[in-house]
């Protein structure tokens, strides 16, 4: 009798896995069987598993690691014909190497919850709740970061802002939406507020699959940066500062014209001009 396949499986522990992380795989038959040469089980990926151990057992161990470019939502062998190498029992039976279909009872699938994900998140928009207007001194300013997907925060990432200050996380690890909060400082002016650069954001922020996130900002003032399409200045004066509109002092009284004694003035003046000329 031909052995057959009855099961695979995965030691490996559910969850999601990233680029250069170790699967392995194991493939059980109804007998021992003997291993010749490097079998090799293709996977949903489009690439293999290769065989590591297991000859004379009934139970063969295959690894693979995760590729760049690897993405799927629940490991599997690609076919039922995905499993190849030359397997013999004792009696120098072929071993029918024909799998379950992919997803059903004894399948990869069915047995494990593997995720491959090998894309870095990356941000797709900063924008703000706080409504666009003008803010002073001690006023918060409520930014938020959108990503690609959920990410997991380590630490306390900051925004460095165009005013040369950093907004702090607030809130959002485990979400697609990370909140950071900004007190506006003594000095701060922004006709426009945006963060600093393409790189203004910084910390530890990873998917479910460990994956760094990508912190690239869009550059400042185009689309999907802070200042595309909000209105947000600051002026940094302070809270309690009261502006009052300058009092202007009453103009003085002007003073009447000096009147000239009827004809006196005109004679005199031409005598003496007369004299001096004699």
Do not use: H, M, W
Not at 19 to 24: A, L, V
Not at 31 to 52: F, I, K, M, Q, R
Not at 119 to 144: E, F, L, Q, R, W
Not at 183 to 190: K, L, M, N
């Amino acid at each position: 009798t031909a052995p057959t396949i009855t099961n695979v499986t995965a030691t490996t522990a559910d969850g999601s896995y990233k680029k250069d992380d170790t699967i392995t795989i194991t493939v059980s038959l109804s007998e021992a069987v003997d291993v010749t040469g490097t079998p090799t089980l293709t996977l949903n990926t489009g690439n293999n598993a290769t065989y590591s151990s297991g000859s004379g057992t009934d139970t063969l161990t295959f690894t693979y690691t995760v590729q760049d470019g690897d993405t799927t939502s629940d490991l599997d062998y690609n076919a039922t014909g995905s499993l190849s190498g030359t397997l013999k029992d004792t009696a120098l039976n072929n071993a029918t190497l024909t799998l379950v279909t992919p997803g059903a009872s004894g399948s990869l699938a069915a047995n494990k919850a593997l995720v491959l994900d090998t894309t870095a998140p990356t941000i797709t928009n900063v924008t703000a709740t706080t409504a666009d207007g003008s803010y002073k001194k001690d006023d918060t300013i409520t930014i938020t970061v959108s990503l690609s997907e959920a990410v997991d925060v380590t630490g306390t990432p900051t925004l460095t802002l165009g005013t040369g200050n950093d907004a702090t996380y607030s809130s959002g690890s485990g979400t697609d939406t990370l909140t950071f909060t900004y007190t506006v400082q003594d000095g701060d002016s922004a006709s426009k507020l945006d963060y600093n650069a393409t790189g203004s954001l910084s910390g530890t922020l990873k998917d479910t699959a460990l994956n760094d996130a990508i912190l690239t900002l869009a550059t400042p003032g185009t689309s999907g940066s802070l200042a595309f399409g909000r209105f947000i200045s600051i002026t940094g004066l302070p809270a309690n500062l009261k502006i009052e509109p300058p009092k202007l002092s009453a103009p003085a009284p002007k003073s009447p014209a000096p009147k000239s004694s009827s004809g006196g003035g005109t004679s005199s003046l031409a005598a003496s001009t007369s004299s001096a000329s004699g």
